[in-house]
């Protein structure tokens, strides 16, 4: 399978240049559009999207773990699209998501900042200083998203495979760059098992918190061909029961190792 994520700088990059790549390459492109309809199937509120899609969330928004409600919906709709087959994931700090995935090629496209602005500005039809002020916004939103959900820095190189530079690189050559490394990154056995065992926490992550609402702190799930340990604070033994029925029942778990802890008092919630 083939698995790409593409990060990009406001201006960096073209949807038409994306989509050409993706085409090149044999794979679909899932934009946010794609990754709505999931939402929209698994039932999250319609504004979580336009609210907190690439930006850090304002403190009603964690507070009320609307937020939560976004990340974990975010994730299950990535690997939903995944599960379907060859894909490029753009955006949503994917990269991140999938940093252990053997397989998956973590692409990064910027320019220089006036180059940004002069495309921005061409493209939008609006002023540099305009464009200027739509770059900043952007980026600003974009590292203080992948900062709160990630604790990872957007701009930071060690978070990507490739980082290509399209000021000075031509479309044809990073298409050729992408191509050699897809040739070279492909999976093997024990690959495809992480990302299956990646696919199953996600799964089983989305079960508890999301649809059954458990009541479940510093949630840890772990997946081991088809093995499965979950970890974190729970109020009450019924939750706790609950939650292992829950996983037991979730097709591909065999077993399941219950070491969540009864905690009485009051157990905070994640608040920035």
């Given amino acids: 399978m083939k698995i790409l994520t593409i990060a990009r700088e406001m201006g960096a990059i073209d949807y038409d240049y994306e989509t050409a790549l993706c085409h090149t390459l044999g794979i679909r492109l899932v934009h946010r559009e794609v990754l709505e309809s999931h939402f929209k199937e698994l039932g999250a509120n319609s504004s979580l999207m336009n609210r907190l899609d690439e930006r850090k969330p304002g403190m009603m928004d964690s507070f ?12 299950t709709a990535i690997f939903n699209e995944i599960a379907k087959g060859d894909v490029a994931i753009v955006g949503r700090g994917a990269n991140f998501i999938l940093h252990d995935i053997i ?79 897809v040739e070279l990154k492909q999976p ?36 081991d061909d088809e093995h499965v340990i979950i970890r974190g604070a729970v109020p009450s033994v019924g939750v706790s029961q609950r939650a292992e029925n829950i996983v037991k029942q979730i ?22």
Wanted: with cysteine; charged share 30%.
């Fill in 64 to 75: 009320f773990s609307r937020a939560d409600v976004y990340y974990e919906t975010l994730r």
């Fill in 103 to 181: 397989n998956c090629i973590r692409l990064h496209f910027i320019a220089p900042l006036e180059i940004r602005v002069e495309r921005i500005a061409r493209k939008q039809n609006i002023s540099k200083d305009q464009a200027l002020a739509c770059i900043k916004k952007s980026d600003r939103e974009r590292i203080g998203f992948c900062n709160y959900y990630y604790g990872k820095d957007w701009r930071d190189a060690e978070g990507y495979d490739i980082t290509i530079n399209t000021a000075e690189i031509a479309f044809e050559d990073f298409q050729k760059i992408a191509l050699q490394t």
């Fill in 188 to 223: 093997h056995s024990d690959h495809e098992q992480k990302l299956k065992n990646a696919m199953l926490t996600q799964t089983i992550r989305y079960a508890l918190c999301i649809t059954e609402h458990l009541d479940i702190r510093f949630l840890e799930v772990i997946c």
């Fill in 251 to 272: 097709t591909g778990v065999i077993s399941v190792q219950n070491q969540l802890n009864i905690v009485l008092k009051n157990i905070p919630k994640r608040f920035e």
